[in-house]
């Protein structure tokens, strides 16, 4: 079991021509069942051709018809990719993964609006991952992202973060000690995205194969604190929390687009207390995310 994707998600590529698109789906094609998942690209202007055995279809609509495929991941240059997470949405797919990074805040606000318009409406909700987000990966199922596949070990710890190299480095310490991840999700750092750290804690707690989470946030809104108040009422396994960003100046921008402190409640300290306080097993020292999960299972 894992949350969101497992070894039979069929998978498209949004952006599969490109330089980087065409990079990661190779690698993604390469980890562990790979090769059956990843089932076909997209962009009009190639419709027809095929790049590492994978059909590559002019529309995400076309894509999924064809390959019976429900995900999508997105690697679309900024200035598209907002109308190609659209595409997806309105292709009807279970999950869209955006990597991209710089996208226009007012695309996204756009692109969010139109997601909730659908809905509203009794459209099917698509799931949004991203953007500007690392992915996510089921160890020796699938990945679908820029994650290195090599530091993951199957098992049952969930990682959850904002920051994509804190999830790397969150899933190495297990791994070294020994510890397997059921599932690992790179959230990403933009201001106006889709997956919070609240909906995949949910995720994570309805998991019968996830046993504990380390949750890892950042400087910069409310959400980390939203997901430990939820967390203090319904979770059922123990959490480690770690946010980066103690020693960051307030009012200056640190790394991603949405890791900037507002006022008062987004410090990381603040955040630190409202986990403490709702029974999280905290640490300001991210080399000590793995050996703090050890000693609660």
């Not at 994978?54 to 018809?65: L, M, N, Y």
């Not at 973060?161 to 480095?169: A, F, K, N, P």
Request: overall charge neutral; aromatic content about 4%; some cysteine.
């Amino acid at each position: 079991m894992s949350i969101y994707i497992n070894k039979d998600t069929k998978v498209i590529t949004q952006g599969i021509t490109g330089k980087t698109g065409q990079f990661h789906t190779g690698k993604c094609q390469e980890y562990a069942n790979g090769k059956n998942c990843f089932v076909a690209g997209v962009n009009p202007k190639k419709a027809g051709e095929k790049i590492f055995d994978i059909p590559i279809f002019g529309t995400v609509k076309e894509a999924a018809a064809q390959t019976g495929a429900t995900v999508s991941v997105i690697y679309v240059p900024p200035a598209g990719a907002a109308a190609a997470i659209w595409e997806a949405v309105e292709a009807d797919l279970d999950l869209a993964i955006c990597i991209t990074e710089g996208i226009p805040v007012r695309d996204m606000l756009q692109v969010r609006n139109q997601m909730k318009a659908k809905e509203a409406k009794g459209g099917k909700k698509t799931l949004l991952l991203g953007p500007n987000c690392p992915g996510l990966i089921t160890p020796d199922e699938i990945k679908i992202g820029i994650m290195p596949g090599h530091i993951h070990k199957k098992g049952r710890i969930g990682v959850v973060s904002r920051s994509g190299t804190l999830t790397y480095e969150a899933v190495a310490q297990l791994t070294e000690l020994g510890i397997g991840q059921s599932s690992a999700v790179g959230i990403g750092g933009d201001p106006i995205n889709g997956l919070k750290h609240i909906d995949v804690m949910q995720a994570f707690n309805d998991d019968p194969d996830t046993d504990a989470v380390i949750m890892i946030g950042e400087i910069g809104g409310p959400d980390e604190a939203e997901a430990a108040r939820w967390c203090k009422t319904h979770m059922k396994k123990p959490v480690v929390g770690f946010i980066a960003g103690v020693t960051a100046p307030a009012g200056k921008r640190m790394g991603h687009a949405g890791a900037l402190i507002s006022g008062g409640a987004d410090t990381a300290e603040a955040k630190l207390a409202v986990m403490e306080e709702c029974g999280f097993k905290i640490t300001r020292n991210p080399s000590e995310m793995g050996r703090l999960l050890k000693s609660l299972i």
